[in-house]
């Protein structure tokens, strides 16, 4: 498949098979990570392939109450999306689901090496994040390469400390995505 239709066709996966992602597939999904473009070449990506189901769903219960008061704001219209019914309802699915996606890959990052130029600006930081954000994308499209499904989310990230506790994230290392991967249904 060329770059410019894996890019193209490579939209958030929802629903997954229960087929296992093996090592050798996953692997250079993963690698994929380490060509992408970070600060001062300083690396600061850390990665977490959750496979142990308990795991799975202790991360799901800290995921659905942020997921579910992110759905009574947009029933309250207090919190603006323009997505529609469909896209709600396939979004609901797999937050109900997540525990039994394959892989979850929650992303991390060093912030001793995330050199943030835009903190004296008086709004939201967002320079760091592109020490991270490109390995993402890479993930997401290596992926799509070997026919998997991927979906990217932040929520966990409003619960580090539960998340770092669960998985034993050191001190030094925050959370910065969590992406889930397996086959597409």
Request: net charge negative; aromatic share 4%.
């Amino acid at each position: 498949m060329e770059l410019n239709e894996i890019m193209r066709t490579n939209g958030t996966c929802r629903y997954y098979t229960s087929e296992v992602v093996s090592d050798e597939v996953l692997a250079p999904v993963l690698d994929a990570a380490r060509w992408a473009p970070t600060g001062g070449n300083r690396q600061p990506l850390r990665l977490i392939a959750v496979r142990d189901v308990a795991a799975k769903r202790r991360l799901k219960a800290l995921y659905l109450p942020i997921w579910n008061s992110y759905v009574k704001g947009i029933e309250a219209g207090e919190t603006r999306v323009q997505a529609r019914p469909k896209l709600l309802e396939d979004a609901d699915h797999f937050a109900n689901h997540m525990d039994e996606i394959p892989i979850m890959l929650v992303v991390c990052a060093r912030l001793a090496d995330v050199h943030p130029t835009d903190t004296e600006l008086g709004r939201l930081s967002i320079v760091g994040g592109a020490s991270v954000y490109p390995a993402i994308e890479n993930i997401l499209l290596a992926a799509r390469e070997a026919g998997l499904g991927t979906a990217l989310t932040t929520l966990l990230c409003a619960v580090e400390a539960e998340v770092k506790v669960l998985l034993r994230v050191p001190d030094d290392i925050s959370t910065a995505a969590m992406v889930t991967i397996g086959w597409p249904a």
